[in-house]
């Protein structure tokens, strides 16, 4: 049973550091794209990072020079570092995995950015 397990959300205050990490099981190998989106509340979700196996990532335009996405092929995980926090990055952020054709989703970390 493919299963992703996120970690690493909390509460920080403007301009502060968090690193999300995603991690992927149930017998897989060779994942496409793993990614993170987010929603805040009364929004809808949205695309913040993708990273695909040969190492192309994508980000939103809210959070270029801020987040960094990477990826551990050999323990199927994403992270997400994200800096310099703004209160507008607060949200409930979920992992996504691309695998065979179908889209995988974490149980969501709730991320607030205080200011």
């Known amino acids: 049973q493919v299963r992703l397990v996120e970690s690493g959300g909390g509460l920080v205050q403007a301009g502060g550091s968090l690193r999300l990490s995603c991690a992927a099981s149930g017998g897989i190998f060779r994942i496409n794209t793993m990614g993170w989106y987010r929603q805040a509340p009364g929004k809808q979700r949205e695309s913040v990072a993708t990273a695909t196996n040969g190492g192309f990532t994508t980000y939103a335009d809210s959070v270029k020079g801020r987040f960094t996405i990477s990826r551990d092929n050999a323990k199927n995980t994403v992270y997400l570092q994200m800096n310099s926090l703004k209160p507008e990055d607060t949200a409930v952020y979920y992992c996504?995995?691309?695998?065979?054709?179908?889209?995988?989703w974490g149980q969501g970390t709730q991320v607030t950015v205080s200011s």
């Open positions: 996504n995995m691309n695998y065979w054709d179908t889209d995988y």
